[in-house]
Each structure stands twice: as structure tokens, then as C-alpha cells.
């Protein structure tokens, strides 16, 4: 998974419904570009460097996984969506949205097409005074001042004024705040584990990773399944309510909620596959006493995919022990997922279909998967 960088980006406007521009513009950033954390008041300033209209101009802060290469062309696309038109010459001119990267965390960029930190902005009251009012200690890299230095001692005596209306965030990082714990559960290379980092990620949540990794037991489960398939099953179920029980009831004053990659019950499930009749008989009694005093989650995530998809995937990650899985496997694995949900009436499950989305790298499918959960 891509790590976020947190992007500082200034939005400029002239023409047309100007705070409507500026609204939109910010709806728009957050369905492609990434989470907006903080978004400035605007302010209203006369036209830099040209005569035309007055500006409203404003500063938000977002987190994104794109370079500042691929931000540059998202931007640009934006920019034309909303109608304008490319530039002629060097000349300032007026424009239904201007987009500009003013900081990508702490890079320094000298490129004929792009420079970050953008190299006009400390010459720019009207880009200063809204950055200050989000991220007045952020440091510039490169000038090693902060953004309350650099207002204070800029030289442009440009009137900035704070505009009446307020701009707002599309993004919520509390959208999660009546739930305490979510489980995501899916097949073996569904991108449970994937979702469950971004949504902890995104949304301030305790992230509980099953430790499977860790299991001495499954690379041999993979050569010697009849010998090796009930030490790993047991091992796993005491593996995973150990983790659940202490990861849950410690409670963390910093985080929202806690989303684990992962639910207890997925031990019935794969045990059920892998086990001979009568050992399973056994195994699912240590279960039942162990299930009746879980703490359930509040919403139960399965995400489905095809077969065919899961053994792409299998592929790609290239984990060795997992390279002879067969398709009949990952078939019952799923038949024992859907058994299991359906046997359980109290318990809040969104099965959701990703076989046709890809939440990693398109962000439009990540945000419908984040709705069908709080849906």
C-alpha cells in the first residue's frame, strides 16, 4: 500500500460563481485526489499581476498516495473539467479554478514544469494569509522559516480580504464515530488486510493485523495438509482470540475506533475446510466456548471476489506458501465464509462485491466501498 504525503495546494478563482467554483473544486479533490484535512476561510483579494475581477482564493490541506508528478496532470485535468483555458504566453489571465501545489510534505522539486515548493508563495499575501490560518507552523524546507515568518515579513501590501461565506470539507474523519469496532473479513486475497490499513489510516483507528505471519505451522499446512491442518487451525484460533481479546480492551484515548483485518469466526470457517469430520467435530467445541464471550463488531465486513481474481492476486503479492493454493480451495473458502454469516442473525454483515473494483488504486472505488460500509 501506498503511504499518504501530506500536500498543501492553494485553489484561485474570477469567473463565474466563484465560491461555488471553489466548493466544487474541493468535492472534486477529495474523490480523486485524496482526504482534505483542513480547508482555510477565503479571502477576497484584486487580480495579481493583471486587470481582471476580484479573486476569492483559499488553502487546503489533503493527504494523497500520488506523486507530485502525477498530482500535477490530476490538477491540470481538474482545471480544464471546470473550463478553463490553457494559457497564452506568460501573461496572467483570468480562470474558473487555478490549482497549485504550494508544499508535498517536505520535498524540493526544481523541475522546468513543476517546482514545490511553489516558488512564488512567499511573494503572495493572498496564498499566506489563508496557508497561515490552516498550518501557521509549517516550515517551509527549503527557506526553513515558518509560514507565520514568512507573512510576517512578506513584502506584498496586497489588500486581503475575509470573505463572508465559509467553504465546506467534504471529508469527515469522524464519519466512523458511532461505531467502535469494525471487522473486515474476505478470502484469501480479497484485500481485507489492504482496506482495513487505509480505513485505519484515513480515519484515526487502532488497527489490529492478524499475526499469521508469525504461524510456524502454515508453510507446512501448504506442503502436508492431512498432517499439519489441526495444529494450524488450533494454533491460529488461540493466535487470534489472545490478539482480539487484548488488542480490543485496550482502550487507546487517541484513536476513533478500532478495525481489525480480521474476525474470530474465520477460524470455524477455515477450519471447516481443512479439517477430517471428526476432528472438526472436536475443534468446533474449543470454538463455541471461545466465541461466546468474543466482543462482536459492530459491522462484520466480507469482501467477495471471483476466484479468478483471488488467484491473480495470490500471484502478484508472490508469497511462496501460498503459490499451489488451488481454485476448489478458495471456492470452499467462501461457501464457508457465506455459511458462517448467514447462521449468525445478530450479527451486522455488509458482504460487498469488489470483483470488479480495484479500492488500491482508484480511489472513486475506494470511496463506494466506504459507502456501502456505513450504508
Request: proline share 3%.
Amino acid at each position: 500500500m501506498k503511504l499518504l504525503q501530506k500536500i498543501f495546494i492553494s485553489l484561485g478563482t474570477n469567473e463565474g460563481d466563484r465560491l461555488q467554483n471553489l466548493q466544487k473544486a474541493i468535492d472534486v479533490l477529495y474523490k480523486e485526489v485524496g482526504n482534505t484535512l483542513a480547508v482555510s476561510p477565503v479571502y477576497e483579494t484584486s487580480s495579481w499581476g493583471f486587470e481582471s475581477e476580484d479573486f476569492l482564493n483559499c488553502c487546503v490541506c489533503l493527504t494523497s498516495s500520488l506523486s507530485p508528478e502525477d498530482l500535477l496532470k490530476v490538477f491540470k485535468r481538474i482545471e480544464k473539467s471546470f473550463g478553463r483555458k490553457d494559457k497564452i504566453g506568460n501573461a496572467y489571465q483570468a480562470r474558473v479554478i487555478d490549482i497549485d501545489i504550494l508544499f508535498y510534505e517536505d520535498e524540493i522539486i526544481e523541475e522546468e514544469n513543476l517546482q514545490v515548493p511553489h516558488i512564488a508563495l512567499t511573494d503572495r499575501r493572498f496564498v499566506l494569509q489563508p496557508l497561515f490560518d490552516i498550518a501557521p507552523n509549517y516550515t517551509h524546507p527549503k527557506l526553513n522559516k515558518t509560514i507565520k515568518q514568512l507573512l510576517e515579513s512578506c513584502l506584498d501590501t496586497s489588500e486581503v480580504v475575509l470573505y463572508a461565506e465559509k467553504l465546506e470539507n467534504t471529508f469527515d474523519v469522524h464519519v466512523f464515530s458511532d461505531l467502535n469496532f469494525i471487522a473486515i473479513e474476505g478470502n484469501i486475497g480479497s484485500g481485507k488486510t489492504t482496506l482495513a490499513k487505509m480505513i485505519a489510516q484515513d480515519f484515526n483507528a487502532k488497527f489490529i493485523l492478524e499475526r499469521f505471519a508469525d504461524n510456524a505451522f502454515l508453510p507446512k499446512f501448504y506442503e502436508d495438509q492431512s498432517r499439519f491442518a489441526f495444529p494450524l487451525e488450533m494454533s491460529f484460533l488461540a493466535d487470534r482470540y489472545k490478539q482480539l481479546s487484548d488488542d480490543i480492551s485496550q482502550y487507546d484515548l487517541f484513536k476513533e475506533f478500532v478495525v481489525a483485518d480480521y474476525h474470530i469466526s474465520k477460524s470455524l470457517t477455515f477450519a471447516k475446510v481443512t479439517l477430517p469430520e471428526d476432528e472438526f467435530s472436536l475443534y468446533r467445541r474449543f470454538f463455541n466456548v471461545i466465541y461466546k464471550d468474543m466482543r462482536q463488531p459492530d459491522v462484520y465486513v466480507y469482501l467477495y471476489q471471483n476466484t479468478e481474481r483471488l488467484l491473480k492476486n495470490i500471484k502478484k503479492r508472490g508469497r511462496d506458501y501460498e503459490k499451489n493454493i488451488q481454485p476448489d480451495y478458495l471456492e470452499k473458502i467462501n461457501t464457508g465464509y457465506l455459511e458462517f454469516v448467514k447462521s449468525q442473525p445478530n450479527l451486522n454483515v455488509k458482504i460487498i462485491d469488489v470483483s470488479e473494483l480495484d479500492f488500491v488504486e482508484n480511489r472513486t472505488d475506494y470511496l463506494k466501498v466506504l459507502k456501502q460500509i456505513l450504508s
